[in-house]
T-cell receptor
Framework: NAGVTQTPKFQVLKTGQSMTLQCAQD?????MSWYRQDPGMGLRLIHY???????DQGEVPNGYNVSRSTTEDFPLRLLSAAPSQTSVYFC??????????????FGPGTRLTVL | TQLLEQSPQFLSIQEGENLTVYCNSS?????LQWYRQEPGEGPVLLVT?????EVKKLKRLTFQFGDARKDSSLHITAAQPGDTGLYLC?????????????FGKGTKLSVKP
């Protein structure tokens, strides 16, 4: 199993550009989530999904869109990048229900810089 | 408002020393988790504590959940350089969405040989 994979590993965008961060897991996990990690801020939840077709907002959803058409994939879309979105983005998955009940597995992260 | 306060923010110690990291809140949590993160990688779950007063041990690491489920501690005995990393506590507030995990800002530990 590859676990949780994220692409790209690094990305530089200009203000106003759009892009999609890819996340995939091959463990047949129901729950998937996206976090951003900023220096001195810990991890903050952006969006999460408890299963295919179901998504919900976390603590900092503004400026980001998600969809979950398959169990395996959970892409994060930035519609119009802003410098405030410069961060390291982590995708995570867990078998069922969410982090309260299950071990949550994190991907290696995508480091995004918006100029 | 930061729901989970971790202290200290930074800790630099010599190999063989003991240390304790704290995770405090004014809110009650359904559960608390501790993660360790190394540079350039995602966090890795160490433990989940669910019951007030619960104590869990993982080799030289001891985790405790406060009786009121508002705080937790991580104690490392005889620290080794391999323990170096960022330690994060995280939890789901009681009554909150089970999908919404709140993280503390982390404690950056450096263990020197």
């Amino acid at each position: 199993n590859a676990g949780v994979t994220q692409t790209p590993k690094f990305q530089v965008l200009k203000t106003g550009q759009s892009m999609t961060l890819q996340c995939a897991q091959d463990m047949n996990h129901e729950y998937m989530s996206w976090y951003r990690q900023d220096p001195g801020m810990g991890l903050r939840l952006i969006h999460y999904s408890v299963g295919a077709g179901i998504t919900d907002q976390g603590e900092v959803p503004n400026g980001y869109n998600v969809s979950r058409s398959t169990t395996e994939d959970f892409p994060l879309r930035l519609l119009s990048a802003a410098p405030s979105q410069t961060s390291v983005y982590f995708c995570a998955s867990s078998p069922t229900g969410g982090p309260y009940t299950d071990t949550q597995y994190f991907g290696p992260g995508t480091r995004l810089t918006v100029l | 408002t930061q729901l989970l306060e971790q202290s200290p923010q930074f800790l630099s110690i010599q190999e063989g020393e003991n240390l304790t990291v704290y995770c405090n809140s004014s809110s009650v949590f359904s559960s608390l988790q501790w993660y360790r993160q190394e540079p350039g990688e995602g966090p890795v779950l160490l433990v989940t504590v669910v019951t007030g007063g619960e104590v869990k041990k993982l080799k030289r690491l001891t985790f405790q959940f406060g009786d009121a489920r508002k705080d937790s501690s991580l104690h490392i005995t005889a620290a080794q350089p391999g323990d170096t990393g960022l330690y994060l506590c995280a939890g789901v507030p009681l009554g909150g969405s089970q999908g919404n995990l709140i993280f503390g800002k982390g404690t950056k530990l450096s263990v020197k040989p």
